[in-house]
């Protein structure tokens, strides 16, 4: 049972435009949301974070929306570069039953970004 | 540059062998983690620590122990390996403040046959 889901295991982009990644999860006491970059032969590299009392959070090129009615967050890099290909992993923050925080990991999804 | 380095990046064991994975950070972390990767499954916690000595099971700590004797250091001990536990093997760590930004090593990937 999967409380952290990215349906779209791929996706392409042209360079220049904007890359939308989406994640929808299923606890509603989740209470950060992240989003790690993975490139091939890697470790994975936290990119950007959001509280749940916020609905916006940009860095740079970075954004990433929470919709907590919806219980969905998405991730927009605006302009797409190639180095952005990667994968992209949503992940969410909850407490476990020792009442210590883990993280809860999507399955990711495989951007490509077209020169 | 901060880092997680883990000892191997391929590993070949044989069923029943004892197996080390070995991860030093050199950021001063208190926590570190080591999660499992397998297709369709994602990466899932197997063990973390938030302190020197301490530890605590993650979702699937069966068939394997762990150690951290000193803060830079965490290792995963396989007792006996076995064959389902073939995967890619990824640790990670963080500071008490900012604990879910998790800082990865390359990954060890073991193969048990």
């Known amino acids: 049972d999967q409380q952290v889901k990215q349906n779209s295991p791929s996706l392409s982009v042209q360079e220049g435009r904007i890359s939308i990644l989406n994640c929808d999860y299923t606890?509603?006491?989740?209470?950060?949301f992240l989003w790690y970059k993975k490139y091939p032969a890697e470790g994975p590299t936290f990119l950007i974070s959001?509280?749940?009392i916020k609905d916006k959070n940009e860095d740079g090129r970075f954004t990433v929306f929470l919709n907590k009615s919806a219980k969905h967050l998405s991730l927009h890099i605006v302009p797409s570069q190639p180095g952005d290909s990667a994968v992209y992993f949503c992940?969410?923050?909850?407490?476990?039953?020792?009442?210590?925080?883990?993280?809860?990991w999507g399955l990711g999804t495989s951007l490509a970004v077209n020169p | 540059d901060v880092k997680v380095t883990q000892s191997s990046r391929y590993l070949v064991k044989r069923t029943g062998e004892k197996v080390f994975l070995e991860c030093v950070q050199d950021?001063?972390?208190?926590?570190m983690f080591w999660y499992r990767q397998d297709p369709g499954l994602g990466l899932r916690l197997i063990y973390f620590?938030?302190?020197?000595?301490?530890?605590e099971k993650g979702d699937i700590p069966e068939g394997y122990s762990v150690s951290r004797e000193k803060k830079e250091r965490f290792s995963l001990i396989l007792e006996s390996a076995s064959t389902n536990q073939t995967s890619m093997y990824l640790c990670?760590?963080?500071?008490?403040?900012?604990?879910?930004?998790?800082?990865f090593g390359p990954g060890t990937r073991l193969t048990v046959t």
């Open positions: 990670a760590s963080s500071s008490l403040g900012r604990w879910y930004e998790q800082y």
């Open positions: 950021m001063d972390h208190e926590n």
């Open positions: 620590s938030y302190d020197v000595k301490m530890k």
């Open positions: 606890n509603s006491m989740f209470d950060y």
């Open positions: 959001i509280s749940s």
């Open positions: 992940a969410a923050s909850a407490f476990n039953a020792g009442n210590n925080r883990k993280l809860i």
